[in-house]
């Protein structure tokens, strides 16, 4: 079956500006959690959303915000952006809402977003 | 809140030989799972193995296992055979039980396969 599918995979935009990435999780799979990786941060969670509804956020500025749609597609949107944000953005989906059943996350390629 | 270090930023080895990555853990619950996940340059995160804090048993798949230490709040990943697809970065993660899907990453270890 297909998996995870991030669009795009890079992506380069200045400062200031608005970006939506979207993340069509795997058939079947009603998670989507998103986490900005950084050389100097690591991983870190943004948002979880189960069956449209944002169950966990993360410590991240209100410039961040995400959405899912009925189809389990989701998408993260980061507004006014800074040089800060650049970063590779990896989607995970899961099968089931309950942390611990069915907990085997997958994850997507990723999109690197680059501010300039 | 919960914390995972990884206190070897990289390590090497030679192909067929066997090498252990670290991981620590700080938290307050008593139930909870805990992950190692690769990521090889083409960025995927890909599960390598994964240990239910209930259990006592290792966990083990093929060439990988786990040395978990409850009390200790230690988890270390064992790759035995060593071969040169293993070359990646190697996080450790926790997650708590049934609060959904979160992840609480460590900051990996760069492991390179040396033939």
């Known amino acids: 079956k297909a998996g995870v599918t991030q669009t795009p995979r890079y992506l380069i935009k200045t400062r200031g500006q608005q970006v939506t990435l979207s993340c069509s999780p795997i058939s079947g799979h009603r998670s989507v959690s998103w986490y900005q990786q950084t050389p100097g941060q690591g991983l870190q969670f943004l948002f979880e959303?189960?069956?449209?509804?944002?169950?966990n956020k993360g410590n991240f500025p209100g410039r961040f915000s995400g959405r899912q749609f009925s189809n389990s597609r989701s998408e993260m949107n980061v507004s006014t952006l800074e040089l800060g944000d650049s970063a590779l953005y990896l989607c995970?989906?899961?099968?089931?809402?309950?942390?611990?059943?069915?907990?085997?996350?997958?994850f997507g390629q990723g999109t690197r977003l680059t501010v300039v | 809140a919960q914390t995972v270090t990884q206190s070897q930023p990289e390590m090497s080895v030679q192909e067929a030989e066997t090498v252990t990555l670290s991981c620590t853990y700080d938290?307050?619950?008593?139930?909870?799972?805990l992950f190692w996940y690769k990521q090889p340059p083409s960025r995927q995160m890909i599960l390598v193995i994964r240990q239910e804090a209930y259990k006592q048993q290792n966990a083990t798949e093929n060439r990988f296992s786990v040395n978990f230490q409850k009390a200790a709040k230690s988890f270390s990943l064992k790759i035995s055979d060593s071969q040169l697809g293993d070359t990646a970065m190697y996080f450790c993660a926790f997650m708590k039980l049934d609060t959904g899907n979160q992840f609480y990453f460590g900051t990996g270890t760069s492991l390179t396969v040396i033939p």
């Open positions: 995970a989906s899961s099968l089931s809402g309950q942390g611990g059943l069915n907990t085997e996350a997958f």
């Open positions: 938290t307050s619950e008593s139930n909870y799972y």
């Open positions: 959303y189960f069956s449209e509804t944002q169950r």
